[in-house]
């Protein structure tokens, strides 16, 4: 029985042991669950990303001293004489300088440029004033030849370049009649109003009276689809037409033989030469075509001779 009890006995302080153990456990699981929410002693959080600095770190509020509890130096707003973010990087700057003039210009100055660049061999046509794919093609050559980056825009750098090599155009130079020279009028088309058209010289006279008062240049048909020779009149004139037969645009048309009429070519205007018509007379200027398109009457004579 003594054995029995001292069991019994050993068996209840064990068990008063493994309680107060427990009690203490518990004690210090607890304590550690509420520490973060005890100001002594942790430390607070720091603030999210985005969110703006908060007062806790300004000293002489209450608040616990920076010291022991200030959040880390990273997020303090910054000061004013101060950057904290490097500068954006500055754009690296065109080395030829502002593009003045580009694709798809039109105006007085492009007029200009390129009678500047005709003076010298870079522009074989009669300024238009409009930048296309051959005045392009006209400054990437300048450019080229002159050691700048062959980008086809005119710069400031390349524009001085030019105006240094080159005299102030000519009214003559800015608005030729023609860039081929108009060769001497058939005897036909010396009375009356005439469009005299020579296959020689490329180019066509309209003549009042004997007195030429425009020239232009134009192109005919290919040795296939030639162009008829002879004297006709204006018998339809056309502003908008579309041929019937191949499809295409006839502005400023002015029929004079069958199907063959008198009319802007946009192909003319940017192939030049290397092109041909279906036996029209194709202009390649349409500042000049129109206006001539205005001034010509149905009846009016036209003579066609090489």
């Known amino acids: 029985m003594t054995s029995t009890g001292r069991t019994g006995r050993g068996y209840a302080l064990r068990g008063a042991a493994a309680a107060v153990a427990v009690v203490a456990l518990a004690a210090v ?4 669950k509420e520490q973060p929410a005890s100001g002594a002693s942790a ?7 985005g969110d703006s600095p908060t007062d806790d770190a300004k000293p002489g509020d209450g608040s616990p001293s920076p010291s022991a509890s200030a959040p880390a130096k990273a997020s303090p707003k910054p000061s004013a004489s101060r950057t904290t973010t490097p500068p954006a990087p500055t754009p690296t700057a065109d080395p030829q300088g502002k593009v003045l003039m580009a694709s798809g ?14 003076q010298i061999g870079h522009f074989n046509r009669t300024p238009t004033g409009y930048y296309g794919t051959v005045t392009v093609a006209a400054v990437q050559s300048f450019q080229g030849k002159r050691g700048l980056s062959r980008t086809g825009k005119t ?6 370049k030019l105006l240094g090599m080159t005299h102030a155009p000519t009214a003559a130079e800015l608005n030729p009649p023609t860039t081929r020279p108009v060769a001497k009028p058939d005897k036909r088309c010396l009375t009356g109003r005439v469009l005299c058209i020579s296959k020689n010289s490329r180019t066509l006279s309209w003549m009042i009276d004997g007195k030429v008062v425009s020239s232009m240049d134009v192109r005919f048909g290919s040795q296939y689809t030639p162009t008829r020779e002879g004297t006709f009149s204006v018998y339809w ?12 645009a006839m502005p400023y048309a002015m029929f004079f033989s069958g199907g063959q009429a008198v009319h802007y070519s946009s192909d003319f205007a940017a192939r030049g030469y290397s092109g041909a ?13 129109a206006a001539l398109f205005a001034a010509v009457r149905n009846g009016d004579k036209v003579v066609v001779y090489k």
């Open 155 to 160: 710069d400031t750098v390349t524009w001085q």
């Open 29 to 32: 699981t607890a304590g550690c």
């Open 237 to 248: 004139k056309s502003r908008h037409h579309v041929s019937t037969i191949y499809h295409t």
């Open 277 to 289: 018509s279906h036996g029209c007379v194709n202009v390649r200027d349409e500042g000049k075509i």
């Open 43 to 49: 430390a607070p959080s720091a603030p999210r990303s």
């Open 105 to 118: 210009s039109e105006s007085k100055q492009v007029r200009e440029l390129q009678a500047r660049l005709r």
